[in-house]
């Protein structure tokens, strides 16, 4: 009787032909040693530069108060990012190129186009204003939607939809919100420090407050815009060139435009701050946060709804669609593995996760017809992966389904989308071709 093997083998490649060694520039090790070089030159010179305009003392009260809201602001994006996370990796790329390459790129520019347009038209105060509604928002956008554009081109990979725009989006510009505050506070701090101020009526007390207590938010807000185009245009065909550009494009224009109604909040009379932030900041930062939430309750239905394919086939347990489904379930089996087997089996059950969870969001795009010409192979390597860990991760999963989902379905009837039947002791591999 013939049995399927453990593991379907690959095909060897058409005609036998001998893989080329890539070329140095091509070699991963290059790239990063090329990128890491950038990003580190960038925060040398960003460092100095700062540190020249506000002073020692100002840079160190600058940073300390500017480092404030990172964490928190991080641990959203990793929340929101909590039912398929994506590597750290491309989390520190971002915060690195907003907080050292976008920043310096935003110094410069900025500093050089206010110094032209001033002298140009010999009015230092328009080219100010000019700098700050116009200029800024164009060069600053501009500067972290080029993060999210390298993240979306190179890193593909992990980069599948609107949740992944909006953590690369909103990481890269808490970096750059993070520089930039500690220019502006230690700015601050300087200017007290030469009139005297002292406490709530000083310039550093107003600075902090509308910077890090009422607006923490403002730069992720605007570039999230820009990550929301590129998530829109990661769920579009390969076939549909048009709107991978122009949605990208349409995303970053809208957060121009934010940035500069923000920026130009303060020309709008008296209280032309307090009614831009009160009528159209936190509007839109709600109406985002509830698509952010939204957008993370649809992959997890996305996750029951698709998996159970796979548990037909024979790849994955009765209940583990449901419980991958469920965060409080997820928990609950990291939890289970932790206490059981200790903390490197709860890290492979976060990795079973996160692997389930990316296999289901595959198979949607590839019933959709919106997968690329790698979906068999990348199907494939998910596979690979669950099957590796799941002597771990199924009974931690099993018992959460039991412990935290009591009700769950069963899953029977035959595969749908042409997956085939298990075929003991291991799974057939039938992978859906979109």
């Known amino acids: 009787m013939a049995t399927s093997p453990a593991y379907p083998t690959y095909p060897p490649s058409p005609g036998g032909a001998v893989l080329r060694h890539p070329h140095w520039w091509q070699r991963r090790s290059v790239r990063y040693g ?98 700050a509604t116009v200029i800024a928002p164009i060069v600053e956008e501009s500067a972290k939607a080029a993060a999210v554009l390298l993240v979306f081109l190179f890193r593909r990979r992990h980069f599948t939809g609107i949740v992944d725009g909006m953590v690369i989006a909103g990481i890269t510009a808490t970096g750059f919100a993070f520089t930039e505050n500690i220019l502006y506070l230690g700015t601050a701090f300087g200017a007290d420090q030469l009139t005297g101020d002292r406490g709530i009526a000083s310039v550093t007390a107003a600075t902090f407050f509308v910077r890090i207590v009422m607006s923490p938010f403002a730069h992720p807000l605007f570039t999230t815009m820009t990550g929301l185009g590129f998530g829109i245009a990661a769920l579009s065909a390969e076939r549909h060139r048009a709107r991978r550009v122009l949605l990208p494009l349409c995303g970053l224009l809208l957060a121009m435009s934010m940035h500069a109604f923000w920026n130009g909040s303060s020309t709008f009379g008296e209280f032309g701050f307090f009614a831009v932030y009160g009528g159209f900041m936190v509007p839109v930062f709600g109406l985002l946060t509830w698509l952010a939430v939204w957008t993370r309750q649809r992959e997890l239905r996305t996750v029951r709804e698709e998996l159970p394919a796979y548990v037909l086939a024979g790849w994955l347990g009765p209940a583990e669609p449901f419980a991958l489904g469920s965060m409080r379930a997820r928990r609950v089996a990291r939890d289970y593995a932790r206490h059981h087997c200790g903390k490197a089996a709860a890290r492979e059950v976060a990795h079973y996760e996160a692997y389930a969870t990316a296999l289901a969001l595959l198979r949607l795009r590839g019933r959709r017809g919106k997968a690329g010409a790698d979906f068999a192979v990348r199907e494939r390597e998910l596979l690979d992966e669950l099957w590796k860990r799941k002597d771990v991760a199924r009974p931690a999963l099993e018992y959460a389904a039991h412990a935290a989902l009591p009700a769950r379905p069963v899953y029977t009837g035959p595969a749908p989308y042409g997956y085939g039947y298990p075929a003991a002791p291991y799974p057939a591999y039938h992978p859906y071709r979109p």
């Open 34 to 131: 090329a990128l890491i070089t950038l990003l580190a030159l960038s925060g040398l010179v960003i460092l100095a530069l700062v540190r020249k305009q506000t002073g020692t003392e100002g840079f160190l009260v600058g940073l300390g108060l500017a480092v404030l809201p990172v964490p928190w602001l991080i641990a959203a994006f990793r929340w929101l990012d909590r039912v398929a996370p994506g590597p750290w990796r491309n989390l520190i790329f971002a915060f690195a190129w907003g907080a050292c390459a976008a920043a310096l790129i935003a110094i410069v520019a900025n500093s050089f186009a206010t110094k032209w347009i001033a002298t140009a038209t010999a009015d230092p105060a328009s080219a100010d204003t000019l700098g």
